[in-house]
């Protein structure tokens, strides 16, 4: 739902911000607003659904997808970075943490590059420091941290299983 200046323009909605929060909280929220019944059952067992296809991003959705380029971009990271490169991916980093349209993981984001800066003189050491930034905010989360020996595994060659090919 836009709000609408006096003019008309539309504005951004500030009390719905769904990258602000997840899906399934966003969504409660709106069954409450609404005074529609919950089957309490239902809600303890239910997994965070996935974003409707076509639909705005929530906090879950916007956070694959930025992982998802993040790690890719690791993923093909030159061996041997000229400064430039280096710069380059540092400065993304960087603005990416002030732009970030999740205030909360932002701001975490940007105190974590404070106390863990960017190592970038490699892919190696990109996309293992990635990994380890990326488990950093799993434990925060409270959820399982990667094994970051099968980084591009899972990023670039696909398994050794061969379940990507
Ligand atoms: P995701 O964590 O999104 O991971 C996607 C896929 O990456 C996984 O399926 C797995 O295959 C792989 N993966 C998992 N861990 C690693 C790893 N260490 N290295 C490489 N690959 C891995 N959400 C919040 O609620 N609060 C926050 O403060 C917050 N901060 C965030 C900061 C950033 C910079 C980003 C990009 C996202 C942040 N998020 C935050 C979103 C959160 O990290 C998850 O993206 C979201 O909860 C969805 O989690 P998921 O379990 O689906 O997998």
């Not at 909605?13 to 602000?20: A, E, G, V």
């Not at 990271?77 to 732009?99: A, C």
């Not at 984001?109 to 970038?120: I, M, S, T």
């Amino acid at each position: 739902m836009s709000k609408h200046d006096p003019y008309g323009t539309p504005t951004k909605p500030d009390s719905n911000c769904r990258t602000c929060t997840d899906f399934k909280f966003w969504s409660k929220q709106q069954r409450q607003i609404f005074q529609k019944a919950d089957n309490p059952t239902e809600e303890k067992t239910e997994k965070a659904p996935a974003v409707p296809q076509g639909c705005p991003l929530d906090k879950i959705a916007l956070g694959q997808a930025t992982w998802g380029l993040l790690h890719t971009m690791a993923a093909f990271y030159e061996d041997n970075p000229t400064d430039n490169q280096k710069r380059d991916i540092k400065t993304f980093l960087e603005v990416l943490s002030r732009v970030y349209p999740c205030e909360h993981c932002a701001k975490d984001f940007r105190k974590d590059l404070r106390e863990h800066p960017a190592q970038v003189n490699s892919q190696y050491e990109f996309s293992q420091w990635l990994c380890k930034f990326h488990n950093r905010v799993n434990v925060k989360l409270g959820k399982q941290q990667f094994d970051c020996s099968k980084i591009n595994e899972r990023w670039r060659d696909g398994w050794l299983d061969g379940s990507c090919d």
